[in-house]
């Protein structure tokens, strides 16, 4: 997790995509990792795994979301990561802390 972590202006950030224009590199690998293993248990979790799946599925529709998980989307996998990661804590209704 540490060499995943840049300062930034004082603040600690891990980038999870690269800049616009940008490559994914290995450190965004690792950090995929990361928010797979951040995300609820799909079996010991189920409803929690399935309902952020959910979420994201009504937010992106369905097709799209069928068209980037058939053709390897890379930028769908780190999206859908962040964004079922946001749903599953509740960032979105709590946000992030103070």
Same mark, same amino acid.
């Given at each position: =997790?540490? !060499? +995943?972590?840049?300062? !930034?202006?004082?603040?600690?950030? *891990?980038?999870?995509?690269?800049? *616009?224009?940008? !490559?994914? &590199?290995?450190?965004?690998? $690792?950090? =995929?990792? =990361?928010?797979? $293993? +951040?995300?609820?248990?799909?079996? !010991? &979790? #189920?409803?929690? @795994? /399935?309902?952020?799946?959910? *979420? +994201?599925?009504? *937010?992106?529709?369905?097709?799209?979301? $069928?068209?980037?998980?058939?053709?390897?989307?890379? #930028? @769908?996998? @780190? /999206?859908?990561?962040?964004?079922?990661?946001?749903?599953?804590?509740?960032?979105?209704?709590?946000?992030?802390? $103070?």
């Amino acid at each position: =997790l540490e !060499e +995943l972590l840049h300062i !930034e202006d004082g603040v600690g950030v *891990i980038r999870a995509l690269p800049e *616009i224009g940008g !490559e994914y &590199n290995e450190d965004h690998e $690792k950090t =995929l990792e =990361l928010l797979n $293993k +951040l995300q609820p248990d799909p079996v !010991e &979790n #189920e409803d929690d @795994f /399935r309902s952020c799946w959910d *979420i +994201l599925v009504e *937010i992106y529709g369905r097709e799209a979301t $069928k068209y980037a998980q058939k053709t390897g989307d890379v #930028e @769908f996998k @780190f /999206r859908s990561n962040i964004v079922r990661l946001l749903l599953h804590y509740d960032f979105l209704t709590e946000g992030i802390g $103070k």
